[in-house]
């Protein structure tokens, strides 16, 4: 059991497909046996999704992503570095952080292509005594499939130095 603080910003133009605007988090939660928990450690989150209109058919996506715990965190909220194309848990410890970028280009009526590619790092001492760092890219496609709505689906291929990996996605490819 524990305690926690959330704020969120969004000033995305969609939920589903942003194409401008930002949504932002900054969490943190203290987990204490005094509150019922079986852990007394404290875990903190902060990420922001960037969403920039360059021209009327490519849109630019930054997104950035930090988390951490303290020492007396159990080993299933660790943060990772979660980017498409690295197997989640693989890259854990301490502290992560993630940055990535994103781009749209509407080539014709519904359909979009999209380009992707960032860099994770973890650091800390519960799981490994050293930094480590993963970069990750790809690339997919979107359809508009419902325009009322704004909400696009399609498929990711995704690699990084470890792997390959296959996504369906439905709107945008963070969350």
């Known amino acids: 059991s524990g305690l926690g603080l959330l704020l969120h910003l969004d000033s995305r133009d969609n939920l589903f497909s942003p194409t401008r605007g930002q949504e932002g988090y900054l969490v943190f939660n203290a987990f204490n046996?005094?509150?019922?928990?079986d852990f007394n450690y404290e875990r903190w989150e902060a990420k922001i999704f960037s969403y920039h209109p360059l021209s009327e058919k490519f849109i630019l996506g930054?997104?950035?992503?930090?988390?951490?715990?303290?020492?007396?965190?159990?080993?299933?909220?660790?943060?990772?570095?979660?980017?498409?194309g690295v197997p989640i848990g693989r890259y854990q410890d301490?502290?992560?952080?993630?940055?990535?970028?994103?781009?749209?280009?509407?080539?014709?009526?519904?359909?979009?292509?999209?380009?992707?590619?960032?860099?994770?790092h973890v650091d800390g001492d519960l799981i490994t005594s050293k930094e480590q760092t993963?970069?990750?890219?790809?690339?997919g496609f979107r359809y508009l499939m419902a325009r009322r709505l704004g909400l696009k689906a399609g498929i990711d291929l995704a690699w990084s130095e470890d792997d390959f990996a296959f996504y369906i996605a439905m709107g945008t490819g963070w969350r």
């Open 33 to 37: 046996e005094a509150l019922g928990g």
């Open 62 to 84: 930054l997104r950035l992503d930090g988390e951490g715990t303290t020492e007396g965190a159990p080993f299933y909220v660790l943060p990772f570095v979660d980017l498409r």
């Open 94 to 120: 301490e502290l992560a952080a993630v940055g990535e970028l994103e781009g749209l280009w509407n080539i014709v009526g519904r359909w979009t292509l999209v380009g992707f590619g960032g860099v994770g």
């Open 134 to 139: 993963i970069w990750a890219g790809g690339v």
